[in-house]
């Protein structure tokens, strides 16, 4: 049985900010969208413990403009107790992109939970697309920039933009640890949907954009999936 197969959609919005986690108080966007940026937009348009996706290339239909905005920020984060607003404020700065589009190439790629074809997954995704339809409403690095998504057009033309972006965030690896129990999150497999204790852990690569387009590695993948497994840390 086929395992994977091929989707694409068009993503675009006012503002974007893919945070480069090096600026540990300012907020400063990546020149372009990440892949774990454009795997949480596919994820919001349509996803199922059944499959995953691989982000395979991102094009940048615009590349938009940098723009400098003062933001009310929270130092804390909500818990049980209240939160005041007036002693857990701070004024930021955020270095921003403003009208952004991009074009995501991405693989659904089928886990052990899977019963059905991977086809039943990529037109029930082309569907939605064509209509709109989305789970919750997908953003551009953070729930404030909201973004619009559509098929991709006969007019949609990559720009031939080249840029060294150096090292880039790629996504978090979710570690199943007893011994460390930072957080709690899903685990989907073959056995069914549970809840388990551990960590993230980020994965970074270097990335180039050559002719528009930002290619992911697949060998980024299967550091993932070796760290996710317990095959492979790093400390």
Same mark, same amino acid.
């Given at each position: 049985?086929?395992?994977?197969?091929?989707?694409?959609?068009?993503? @675009? +919005?006012?503002?974007?900010?893919?945070?480069?986690?090096?600026?540990?108080?300012?907020?400063?966007?990546?020149?372009?969208?990440? $892949?774990? &940026? &454009?795997? +949480?937009?596919?994820? /919001?348009?349509?996803?199922?413990?059944?499959?995953?996706?691989?982000?395979?290339?991102?094009?940048?239909?615009?590349?938009?403009? %940098?723009?400098?905005?003062?933001?009310?920020?929270?130092?804390?984060? %909500?818990?049980?107790?209240?939160?005041?607003?007036?002693?857990?404020?701070?004024?930021?700065?955020?270095?921003?992109?403003?009208?952004? /589009?991009?074009?995501?190439?991405?693989?659904?790629?089928?886990?052990?939970? /899977?019963?059905?074809?991977? &086809?039943?997954?990529?037109?029930?995704?082309?569907?939605?697309?064509?209509? *709109?339809?989305? =789970?919750?409403?997908?953003?551009?690095?953070?729930?404030?920039?909201?973004?619009?998504?559509?098929?991709? +057009?006969? *007019?949609?033309?990559?720009?031939?933009?080249?840029?060294?972006?150096?090292?880039?965030? !790629?996504?978090?690896? !979710?570690?199943?640890?007893?011994?460390?129990?930072?957080?709690?999150?899903?685990? =989907?497999?073959?056995? +069914?949907?549970?809840?388990?204790? *551990?960590?993230?852990? $980020?994965?970074?690569?270097?990335?180039?954009?050559?002719?528009? @387009?930002? =290619?992911? $590695?697949?060998?980024?993948?299967?550091?993932?999936?070796?760290?996710?497994?317990?095959?492979?840390?790093? =400390?």
């Amino acid at each position: 049985m086929q395992r994977r197969a091929k989707v694409q959609v068009k993503v @675009w +919005g006012e503002y974007a900010c893919f945070t480069r986690p090096e600026f540990k108080v300012e907020r400063v966007s990546y020149p372009t969208m990440t $892949p774990s &940026a &454009a795997r +949480g937009i596919l994820e /919001a348009i349509f996803w199922k413990p059944e499959f995953r996706y691989e982000i395979r290339q991102i094009g940048i239909l615009c590349l938009g403009s %940098q723009q400098a905005i003062l933001r009310n920020e929270l130092t804390s984060k %909500q818990n049980k107790k209240p939160i005041l607003i007036e002693n857990d404020r701070a004024q930021r700065t955020s270095l921003i992109l403003k009208h952004v /589009a991009y074009w995501i190439i991405a693989d659904i790629v089928l886990t052990k939970r /899977a019963v059905d074809p991977v &086809a039943k997954y990529r037109d029930q995704f082309n569907r939605r697309v064509e209509r *709109g339809q989305y =789970h919750h409403t997908p953003y551009l690095g953070t729930k404030e920039f909201a973004a619009y998504f559509s098929p991709i +057009g006969e *007019g949609d033309v990559v720009q031939p933009v080249c840029m060294d972006i150096g090292t880039m965030f !790629f996504d978090f690896a !979710f570690i199943e640890n007893e011994s460390r129990k930072e957080m709690e999150f899903l685990r =989907h497999d073959e056995t +069914g949907t549970r809840t388990v204790s *551990g960590f993230a852990q $980020p994965v970074f690569f270097e990335a180039k954009v050559e002719n528009g @387009w930002l =290619h992911v $590695p697949t060998e980024n993948y299967q550091q993932l999936y070796a760290l996710e497994d317990g095959k492979c840390f790093t =400390h």
